[in-house]
């Protein structure tokens, strides 16, 4: 068996669409999670892997099935759900509520806020970090005296590929 390896490479570009390939994020992540002393198992990568190649919000029953094809053993929704709830604690996936899905995190290296565009039309996301809007959001719990312990904003539309192809 040939291992290839490859090389984290952190992302300098504060203007970034997140446009990385698939297996280096998730090569970061696994650096990421063992400069933190945290445990990336196989199964969680696995589900990080998953969502980078969807590219989209993914329900946890699709990855379930997903993982159906590939496992000796079946996965039960309580294990996805423990391994979907560590990658959001290192700031790997975010939970899209108005989808109950899951997506990869483009820069978990930075654990900034994101910010999610989503296209009701064909399902695809796309994520920004938005120094205003984190500096807004900010300064409107410090007025309420509130501690933010988690951060998606999610705006829900249609997205550039569907306008052209004639959705509204
Ligand atoms: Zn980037
Ligand atoms: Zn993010
Ligand atoms: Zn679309």
Redesign the pocket.
């Known amino acids: 068996m040939t291992l290839v390896t490859v090389e984290p490479r952190p992302c300098a570009d504060p203007n970034c669409r997140g446009q990385h390939a698939p297996a280096e994020r998730v090569a970061l992540a696994m650096s990421l999670c063992s400069a933190r002393g945290a445990q990336l198992t196989e199964l969680r990568r696995r589900i990080l892997e998953l969502l980078w190649e969807s590219g989209r919000p993914t329900g946890a029953y699709e990855l379930i099935e997903a993982l159906k094809h590939e496992e000796a053993r079946p996965i039960g929704p309580p294990t996805v759900y423990r391994a979907l709830e560590f990658l959001m604690s290192q700031g790997l996936v975010s939970k899209i509520e108005s989808r109950n899905a899951y997506v990869a995190c483009a820069h978990p290296e930075r654990r900034r806020d994101c910010l999610f565009f989503i296209?009701s039309?064909?399902g695809?996301s796309a994520e920004l970090e938005d120094l205003r809007v984190e500096e807004l959001l900010a300064e409107d719990a410090a007025v309420l005296g509130y501690h933010v312990a988690r951060c998606v904003v999610e705006v829900e539309g249609?997205?550039v590929?569907?306008i052209a192809a004639g959705?509204s």
């Open positions: 296209c039309n064909c695809a249609t997205c590929a569907c959705a």
